[in-house]
């Protein structure tokens, strides 16, 4: 007997699912399902993340879930997916900038106010694997290391769902906030677009990108859909003039009068206040292949470069750092991180017994390699380098997966669907040294009849010292999993499910067992309640026991704004230890969900979804430490006196509350075209309901060397908007289609040790407009804008006077360099 079509099988089976009203990717091709869905003139949409066995819809589902089209990822005008999803879902959060270094290269973001490795990211339903980055110096989310989603083609993506949930029992480890599960195309036909745009009042902030997506038939039995999107971001800046009175150059010797070049410098000393620089490339495929006997094989696969540009903060001639022998003007160091990313997955799927057999191995591996130009090691004297290899973060992931479902009827009546599979994972990580100039410590000393004479400048290269041999590594480990589900539905009405799973480490994060209870209930045909109850755990990332690395950031410390150069110690190094550090343990969680869900149409429904999540032992990074008791320990163990210091641990438990409200109408209106109609809320709360000692040996130190002190707490608790408002419509008629956003972000507050400088920014809402013409059948046109009343966050009140910056909070969900507009082309084939 011939195989059914790869698509009609995974519809059958609820491999994957058919699509949004809206006109998405559906049970054969996108065309076939938004003709289905149309005259079907309802907004449900099948799902298959969360359940297993037949697909469900949204409001069917026993928890909550967003489904995003491309087309509705398409119409947010973002550069990437992360970006699409802080407009489209009113948990996910995405700052602008969620800190410095690498911090601002990772597209980060999080779900419910968790941490975006406390959610778990698969692509097609199989594990994404991390970044070789880290959050090591970021304000939100400090310490955690993401799946990284703009290293995904965009014009691949099919679609996505978002399971707001709990789902440790069911998928693994990092599933405690939820799951992204990014479904890619398997449409024939093809389209290529080019969108331009750049920042609203400065003109600044290029933005170009150019995406095309082609599927089609390979024989009778198979399947390809092929990807490209290339990005090319410029920088902005919001920083401003220094006043006349900020000295730049240091004052004339042996005279001491002011240098004459202080009348004509160009006082915006600082050029990198805004959106950094980078460009890349990303290509994917997803295809399949039939094989008699009723066998089918598929892969998919992303591959990626991309080019990150950070540069720092200007080190001005009046700066023992900056010699004038090799720099009269300052200098800008600038480090530029080179990645090449990429993820294959292989498999095949079948039928045996009467049971769905999935069997799949998926490998993923990040390289970043990180370079540092217009820099200096300034003990090494003028003859230092002035560009580094700072060294070489590597990420990699291994799976490999058998999965069983079956449905059955019984003849009591109902339905049983069963599901087990077992799963390895081999993970590493490794850290690379940079050359030996990066990190060197020499002895020169500023000479006679020059500036700061006798004085000996700061040791490594300026902004990012190198890793050293030292900070060097490799470390990797294996994970062995095996999990159950049955979900029961004894009359139409009722359903009920089980899940549990059991996870083994062979690293010190050792085994756990997990599991997760769902139920719905239809009390009408248009009411139902549904809640969960699960455990969930993450295992320590191996980049958070390993990695060791220096860079230059601001902190607040005794009331002024000062710029430090924090090395984050790995949680073994003997330096740590020194500080209190201890190894790491796996984050423990439970999460409870309640809800109610209303269909009281065919073309509209309603979502109500409160919840609650504790974490135990979340992994955070420590306090800023620094002062000379610090340094002492550091210089003790091999390190420079200059540096601050800081570490991972298991610092906190949390518990976190809040509510979901989704709401979707979609209203034919003949003649007029269709108007579909959403709108969410999230009310989100985080408070910190147990903090661990103060290590011995700090309190050693004296009163002021707190682990997690006040500022810490308050970026995992206050620094977040409490509440989220996203409403959009969107109108098509004949070849035009018109998408309204209106999104209110609710208040927050950056908390600073001193209660006197913390700072509250007010609610803010950003409106955001596309409108798209269809010139022909093929050609399409659309301008819009993003922020189209070009909203900024209120200012903070801490002005830093030597660099003319940090007046804007950097972890503004609207950013803080205005709005943008946006024109894009588009030919379909």
Same mark, same amino acid.
């Given at each position: 007997?011939?195989?059914?079509?790869?698509?009609?099988?995974?519809?059958?089976?609820?491999?994957?699912?058919?699509?949004?009203?809206?006109?998405?990717?559906?049970?054969?091709?996108?065309?076939?399902?938004?003709?289905?869905?149309?005259?079907?003139?309802?907004?449900?949409?099948?799902?298959?993340?969360?359940?297993?066995?037949?697909?469900?819809?949204?409001?069917?589902?026993?928890?909550?879930?967003?489904?995003?089209?491309?087309?509705?990822?398409?119409?947010?005008?973002?550069?990437?997916?992360?970006?699409?999803?802080?407009?489209?879902?009113?948990?996910?959060?995405?700052?602008?900038?969620?800190?410095?270094?690498?911090?601002?290269?990772?597209?980060?973001?999080?779900?419910?106010? &968790?941490?975006?490795?406390?959610?778990?990211?698969?692509?097609?339903?199989?594990?994404?694997?991390?970044?070789? &980055?880290?959050?090591?110096?970021?304000?939100?989310?400090?310490?955690?290391?993401?799946?990284?989603?703009?290293?995904?083609?965009?014009?691949?993506?099919?679609?996505?769902?978002?399971?707001?949930?709990?789902?440790?029992?069911?998928?693994?480890?990092?599933?405690?906030?939820?799951?992204?599960?990014?479904?890619?195309?398997?449409?024939?036909?093809?389209?290529?677009?080019?969108?331009?745009?750049?920042?609203?009042?400065?003109?600044?902030?290029?933005?170009?990108?150019?995406?095309?997506?082609?599927?089609?038939?390979?024989?009778?039995?198979?399947?390809?859909?092929?990807?490209?999107?290339?990005?090319?971001?410029?920088?902005?800046?919001?920083?401003?003039?220094?006043?006349?009175?900020?000295?730049?150059?240091?004052?004339?010797?042996?005279?001491?009068?002011?240098?004459?070049?202080? &009348?004509?410098?160009?006082?915006?000393?600082?050029?990198?206040?805004?959106?950094?620089?980078?460009?890349?490339?990303?290509?994917?495929?997803?295809?399949?292949?039939?094989?008699?006997?009723?066998?089918?094989?598929?892969?998919?696969?992303?591959?990626?470069?991309?080019?990150?540009?950070?540069?720092?903060?200007?080190?001005?001639?009046?700066?023992?750092?900056? &010699?004038?022998?090799?720099?009269?003007?300052?200098?800008?160091?600038?480090?530029?991180?080179?990645?090449?990313?990429?993820?294959?997955?292989?498999?095949?799927?079948?039928?045996?017994?009467?049971?769905?057999?999935?069997?799949?191995?998926?490998?993923?591996?990040?390289?970043?390699?990180?370079?540092?130009?217009?820099?200096?090691?300034?003990?090494?004297?003028?003859?230092?380098?002035?560009?580094?290899?700072?060294?070489?973060?590597?990420?990699?992931?291994?799976?490999?997966?058998?999965?069983?479902?079956?449905?059955?009827?019984?003849?009591?009546?109902?339905?049983?669907?069963?599901?087990?599979?077992?799963?390895?994972?081999?993970?590493?990580?490794?850290?690379?040294?940079?050359?030996?100039?990066?990190?060197?410590?020499? $002895?020169?000393?500023?000479?006679?009849?020059?500036?700061?004479?006798?004085?000996?400048?700061?040791?490594?290269?300026?902004?990012?010292?190198?890793?050293?041999?030292?900070?060097?590594?490799?470390?990797?480990?294996?994970?062995?999993?095996?999990?159950?589900?049955?979900?029961?539905?004894?009359?139409?009405?009722?359903?009920?499910?089980?899940?549990?799973?059991?996870?083994?480490?062979?690293?010190?994060?050792?085994?756990?067992?997990?599991?997760?209870?769902?139920?719905?209930?239809?009390? $009408?045909?248009?009411?139902?309640?549904?809640?969960?109850?699960?455990?969930?755990?993450?295992?320590?990332?191996?980049?958070?026991?390993?990695?060791?690395?220096?860079?230059?950031?601001?902190?607040?410390?005794?009331?002024?704004?000062?710029?430090?150069?924090?090395?984050?110690?790995?949680?073994?190094?003997?330096?740590?230890?020194?500080?209190?550090?201890?190894?790491?343990?796996?984050?423990?969680?439970?999460?409870?969900?309640?809800?109610?869900?209303?269909?009281?149409?065919?073309?509209?429904?309603?979502?109500?979804?409160?919840?609650?999540?504790?974490?135990?032992?979340?992994?955070?990074?420590?306090?800023?430490?620094?002062?000379?008791?610090?340094?002492?320990?550091?210089?003790?163990?091999?390190?420079?006196?200059?540096?601050?210091?800081?570490?991972?641990?298991?610092?906190?438990?949390?518990?976190?509350?809040?509510?979901?409200?989704?709401?979707?109408?979609?209203?034919?209106?003949?003649?007029?075209? $269709?108007?579909?109609?959403?709108?969410?809320?999230?009310?989100?709360?985080?408070?910190?309901?147990?903090?661990?000692?103060?290590?011995?040996?700090?309190?050693?130190?004296?009163?002021?060397?707190?682990?997690?002190?006040?500022?810490?707490?308050?970026?995992?608790?206050?620094?977040?908007?409490?509440?989220?408002?996203?409403?959009?419509?969107?109108?098509?008629?004949?070849?035009?289609?018109?998408?309204?956003?209106? $999104?209110?972000?609710?208040?927050?507050?950056?908390?600073?040790?001193?209660?006197?400088?913390?700072?509250?920014?007010?609610?803010?809402?950003?409106?955001?407009?596309?409108?798209?013409?269809?010139?022909?059948?093929?050609?399409?046109?659309?301008?819009?804008?993003?922020?189209?009343?070009?909203?900024?966050?209120?200012?903070?009140?801490?002005?830093?006077?030597?660099?003319?910056?940090?007046?804007?909070?950097?972890?503004?969900?609207?950013?803080?360099?205005?709005?943008?507009?946006?024109?894009?082309?588009?030919?379909?084939?």
């Amino acid at each position: 007997m011939k195989c059914k079509t790869f698509a009609e099988r995974r519809y059958a089976s609820g491999l994957t699912s058919a699509l949004l009203a809206a006109g998405l990717l559906g049970v054969a091709t996108e065309t076939q399902a938004a003709e289905a869905a149309a005259k079907a003139g309802s907004v449900e949409e099948l799902v298959v993340t969360g359940v297993r066995g037949q697909p469900r819809t949204v409001t069917d589902s026993p928890t909550p879930i967003d489904v995003l089209s491309s087309a509705e990822l398409e119409h947010t005008g973002r550069a990437g997916a992360f970006q699409s999803l802080q407009t489209l879902v009113p948990s996910f959060n995405l700052p602008a900038r969620a800190g410095g270094g690498t911090s601002t290269v990772i597209a980060t973001g999080g779900l419910r106010g &968790l941490n975006p490795d406390q959610t778990l990211v698969l692509v097609n339903g199989k594990r994404r694997h991390k970044t070789a &980055l880290i959050n090591s110096v970021s304000s939100l989310y400090n310490g955690s290391v993401p799946a990284d989603l703009d290293l995904i083609p965009t014009s691949a993506i099919g679609r996505i769902e978002v399971l707001r949930d709990g789902a440790a029992a069911q998928y693994g480890s990092d599933a405690i906030a939820g799951v992204i599960n990014i479904i890619l195309k398997d449409t024939v036909g093809g389209s290529v677009s080019a969108t331009y745009g750049q920042n609203i009042d400065k003109g600044d902030g290029q933005l170009l990108q150019v995406i095309g997506n082609y599927g089609f038939k390979v024989g009778e039995q198979g399947f390809l859909n092929l990807s490209f999107t290339t990005k090319d971001q410029a920088l902005s800046n919001r920083a401003i003039a220094v006043a006349p009175n900020i000295q730049i150059y240091p004052k004339l010797v042996p005279s001491g009068l002011p240098d004459p070049r202080e &009348l004509t410098v160009d006082r915006v000393v600082t050029k990198n206040y805004g959106v950094l620089p980078q460009n890349g490339v990303n290509l994917g495929y997803n295809g399949h292949y039939d094989l008699d006997g009723g066998v089918e094989l598929y892969s998919f696969g992303t591959y990626s470069h991309r080019v990150s540009d950070l540069p720092f903060t200007f080190r001005a001639p009046n700066n023992v750092n900056t &010699l004038p022998q090799v720099y009269p003007e300052g200098f800008r160091p600038d480090l530029v991180i080179k990645e090449n990313d990429f993820e294959f997955a292989v498999g095949a799927r079948g039928k045996l017994g009467g049971w769905d057999w999935d069997l799949s191995s998926t490998y993923g591996r990040d390289d970043a390699d990180e370079n540092t130009a217009q820099s200096i090691n300034a003990s090494l004297g003028p003859t230092s380098p002035t560009t580094f290899h700072v060294g070489e973060l590597i990420s990699s992931e291994w799976v490999n997966s058998l999965d069983f479902t079956r449905t059955l009827n019984l003849a009591s009546g109902g339905d049983l669907a069963l599901a087990a599979g077992v799963q390895h994972r081999r993970e590493t990580y490794e850290v690379r040294a940079g050359d030996p100039a990066s990190y060197a410590a020499g $002895t020169y000393v500023i000479p006679a009849g020059q500036p700061f004479a006798g004085q000996r400048p700061a040791t490594g290269a300026q902004a990012t010292p190198g890793f050293q041999p030292a900070d060097a590594s490799s470390s990797s480990r294996n994970n062995y999993a095996a999990y159950v589900e049955a979900d029961y539905s004894p009359t139409k009405k009722l359903f009920l499910g089980v899940a549990g799973r059991y996870e083994d480490y062979d690293d010190s994060s050792g085994s756990t067992v997990v599991g997760k209870v769902t139920g719905r209930y239809e009390l $009408t045909d248009w009411l139902a309640f549904r809640a969960a109850v699960s455990t969930g755990f993450r295992a320590p990332g191996l980049a958070q026991q390993h990695y060791a690395a220096s860079s230059s950031q601001f902190r607040l410390v005794n009331n002024v704004l000062n710029l430090l150069l924090i090395k984050t110690l790995p949680v073994g190094s003997p330096e740590a230890v020194a500080l209190g550090a201890k190894p790491l343990k796996p984050e423990k969680s439970k999460n409870y969900s309640f809800g109610v869900t209303v269909t009281p149409t065919s073309n509209f429904n309603l979502t109500v979804d409160a919840y609650q999540i504790d974490v135990d032992g979340r992994i955070a990074i420590t306090s800023t430490l620094t002062g000379t008791a610090v340094s002492k320990i550091l210089i003790a163990n091999g390190l420079s006196g200059d540096l601050s210091a800081q570490y991972y641990t298991n610092a906190i438990d949390t518990r976190t509350q809040g509510v979901d409200v989704v709401g979707t109408y979609r209203q034919d209106l003949e003649r007029f075209g $269709t108007l579909r109609l959403t709108a969410g809320y999230n009310y989100n709360k985080t408070e910190i309901t147990h903090i661990i000692p103060n290590p011995s040996q700090l309190t050693a130190l004296g009163p002021t060397f707190v682990l997690f002190d006040r500022m810490s707490q308050g970026f995992l608790t206050e620094a977040f908007p409490r509440d989220k408002i996203a409403l959009g419509a969107n109108w098509s008629w004949n070849k035009l289609n018109v998408n309204l956003r209106e $999104t209110r972000y609710g208040k927050y507050t950056i908390l600073q040790n001193t209660p006197s400088n913390d700072r509250t920014f007010g609610a803010e809402w950003l409106t955001d407009l596309e409108v798209a013409y269809k010139v022909t059948d093929a050609v399409t046109v659309a301008v819009g804008a993003n922020n189209l009343f070009n909203v900024y966050p209120d200012a903070n009140g801490i002005f830093n006077a030597t660099t003319g910056s940090g007046q804007y909070p950097g972890t503004s969900p609207i950013g803080f360099t205005g709005g943008a507009y946006y024109a894009r082309l588009q030919w379909d084939f």
